[in-house]
């Protein structure tokens, strides 16, 4: 299996995708593209977010429109960050009569299976791909389970020998084959190989490592990761960590989106958050410090405990701005908040800032910094004291 090193390189309007470049999170938006106020506002907050990509659906005539507009206002707001067009359908028709959206994207998203049917499908696809090379854009190839090439479904349904066009291995293999046909139709036509990048999602968790696994085996294009639809909920980010988690420590993908249904009127931020986490619990990307703590037990002073570590975390939630940008360090800072003498020591040793409180029976809060013993606290103000020697901390060390 290859690593992610081994990919080729995309240029995403600046943003580079592959190689050794750090895992992009992407996003997308859920206004009507055409109405550019209320697409503007949300594409502000989800980079304000952390999102280095957005997606905006291009489904209309009026939306294909609306994109050059909301790319000028962006600008004129200091957001740069590269938008990409998402084309089902009709993406070779809106590219083709609104040239200026063709030019104001960094990217073009289409899916194989809902480019054209029968004989349209091939000249569809060139159509688009042409516009690419035209324009000198990179385009997304990215299959869906729930929009699969018929084509491609009903080769495996005549190979295997199922019944069931919808049994797994069928539409795994079938998205696998339309995915790689596709890119090698897509250079063919004249397309770059470093202007290409494939995704293959599916909803069931064990159907999309097992496509990627085999898509890093088969290709060297970067691998966007996801659940095509992962619904909402606990169930969807615990699905979409599984995913995503399995693949990534493996070396397996180059940029990621998290897709879940928001709650009604919630903000749509949430998947960015989700993918800061998850590229940040395995180590490939520092987004903010990273608070540990024991869950407590009846060795614990519990209420006190739980209080600090709730303290800590609203203390650097609020720095963070701040510091951010006058210590830029502290993004991978490990700070550990500990209940008793059992682990505490240990663990406040192994981070770069830690406490170990006094559980029940004790009497000294512990300071350690850098693996060292430099405070003990023993009268009530521990809480407080902790915070101040953990600013001088990120003054001394962060800068």
Not at 10 to 36: C, E, F, L, R
Not at 128 to 149: F, H, M
Not at 357 to 364: A, C, K, Q, R, T
Not at 370 to 388: A, C, P, S, V, W
């Amino acid at each position: 299996m290859r690593k992610r090193h081994d990919t080729y390189v995309v240029d995403v309007g600046g943003v580079k995708i592959g190689g050794q470049n750090p895992v992009v999170i992407q996003s997308m938006t859920n206004t009507s593209t055409a109405n550019v106020g209320a697409t503007v506002e949300q594409i502000i907050e989800l980079v304000e977010a952390g999102s280095e990509l957005v997606r905006v659906a291009v489904n209309t005539i009026e939306a294909a429109h609306a994109v050059p507009k909301i790319v000028e206002d962006l600008g004129i707001r200091g957001y740069f960050t590269p938008i990409v067009g998402c084309f089902h359908y009709n993406g070779h028709t809106l590219l083709s009569r609104a040239p200026e959206c063709a030019k104001s994207l960094a990217k073009y998203r289409i899916n194989p299976g809902n480019v054209g049917f029968g004989g349209k499908r091939d000249k569809n696809f060139e159509q688009i791909v042409e516009n690419a090379i035209r324009y000198d854009k990179p385009i997304r190839i990215g299959v869906n389970s729930g929009s699969l090439e018929q084509e491609a479904l009903s080769r495996f349904v005549e190979q295997i020998g199922v019944e069931n066009r919808y049994d797994g291995k069928v539409i795994q293999e079938a998205g696998l084959e339309s995915a790689v046909i596709s890119a090698a139709q897509a250079e063919r036509i004249g397309l770059p190989p470093d202007k290409i990048i494939l995704s293959a999602k599916f909803s069931d968790v064990p159907d999309v490592i097992a496509v990627y696994n085999e898509l890093s085996v088969r290709t060297k294009y970067p691998l966007h990761l996801g659940l095509t639809e992962a619904g909402g909920g606990s169930y969807a980010k615990v699905a979409t960590v599984a995913a995503l988690a399995a693949l990534l420590a493996n070396g397996v993908g180059d940029t990621i989106r998290v897709s879940l249904t928001p709650d009604p009127n919630s903000r749509r931020v949430e998947e960015v958050e989700l993918c800061k986490e998850i590229l940040q619990s395995l180590g490939l990307r520092s987004f903010k410090p990273k608070i540990i703590s024991c869950p407590g037990c009846g060795r614990t002073n519990n209420e006190r405990f739980q209080g600090l570590v709730k303290r800590v975390q609203n203390y650097v939630d609020d720095a963070l701005p701040v510091w951010g940008i006058e210590y830029p360090k502290v993004k991978a800072l490990k700070i550990a908040v500990m209940g008793c003498i059992v682990n505490g020591p240990g663990e406040s040793k192994h981070a770069n800032i830690g406490l170990s409180l006094p559980g029940i029976g004790e009497h000294s809060a512990v300071v350690y910094e850098n693996g060292l013993q430099t405070h003990i606290l023993r009268n009530e103000n521990i809480e407080d004291k902790f915070l101040e020697i953990l600013s001088e901390y990120v003054r001394r060390n962060c800068a």
